[in-house]
């Protein structure tokens, strides 16, 4: 019987350091094909960490406009198969229709987030407007990133996944982790929605660059900032422009800098 993998595998290298070989010891992400189907039709197969599944199946659905709300999905399971794990959902009835009439299918490597869009328009589609009048502490955007590394369990391990955060305005942090940064944000915007969140209640923060796909895929979750370590696209700082948002980047221990929507940080 097929199972799910693990998300830690440990490799033994050859290592040579300074002149001397030896043979090592490495904790490696794992990744494998997760797709997610529809009433049995698949609609997309991405190279993901087989870990918090559940979580990536309802975010990306969220991210992507499949679902407006978890409530959309009426069924939920998660099967093992040998080539890799499917997310299998059924729609209710009205969602059913509505994915007919937009089905696409797309097959992306780790950190692809536009792989398989089947038009220009849909690639460059304007961003969904985020009305938020949350402002958030400056020094507790800074502080959330040191709190983010510490419960980031599989990086410790592996030192190779990205990280998404959630940092809800009364201090509550959600993370969660992938070999890819969108399904990293896909994983965590799917616990704060199974939990009864709203993206509007607080700051996304990401341990990667910012490119125009993860604006879009926040500003469908709603919420109103968004923070990284990295630096943006300028396409990116475009888009949050475009959509209302608050974007940070190049975030460090002494501060950060903002692109857009300065007005919501409390300096």
């Not at 190279?47 to 069924?75: K, Q």
Request: proline share 4%; with cysteine; aromatic share 4%.
């Amino acid at each position: 019987m097929s199972k799910i993998p693990e998300p830690v595998a440990i490799a033994a290298p050859v290592l040579w350091r300074r002149e001397v070989v030896a043979v090592g010891a490495r904790a490696l992400p794992e990744e494998c094909a997760v797709a997610v189907t529809y009433d049995r039709v698949s609609f997309a197969v991405m190279m993901a960490s087989p870990v918090d599944l559940e979580d990536f199946a309802v975010g990306f659905s969220l991210s992507e406009g499949i679902v407006g709300a978890v409530d959309d999905i009426a069924e939920f399971e998660i099967v093992a198969l040998p080539g890799g794990v499917e997310c299998r959902m059924s729609l209710v009835a009205g969602r059913r229709e509505a994915l007919a009439a937009r089905r696409r299918k797309i097959a992306g490597p780790v950190g692809c987030g536009l792989c398989g869009i089947d038009s220009m328009e849909q690639a460059v589609r304007a961003p969904r407007r985020v009305e938020s009048g949350l402002r958030i502490a400056a020094r507790a955007i800074a502080a959330s990133f040191e709190r983010m590394a510490a419960l980031q369990v599989l990086n410790e391990q592996t030192h190779g996944v990205h990280a998404a955060g959630f940092l809800a305005a009364d201090g509550g942090l959600v993370v969660r982790e992938d070999v890819g940064r969108h399904n990293a944000l896909d994983k965590v915007i799917g616990a704060v929605a199974r939990a009864g969140g709203l993206g509007a209640g607080g700051a996304v923060l990401l341990t990667s660059r910012v490119s125009i796909e993860l604006i879009q895929k926040t500003a469908i979750f709603g919420a109103p900032i968004l923070a990284a370590i990295s630096v943006p696209t300028a396409r990116a700082v475009r888009e949050a422009e475009a959509a209302g948002m608050t974007l940070i980047a190049v975030a460090r221990a002494d501060g950060f800098e903002v692109f857009a929507g300065a007005e919501r940080i409390l300096f």
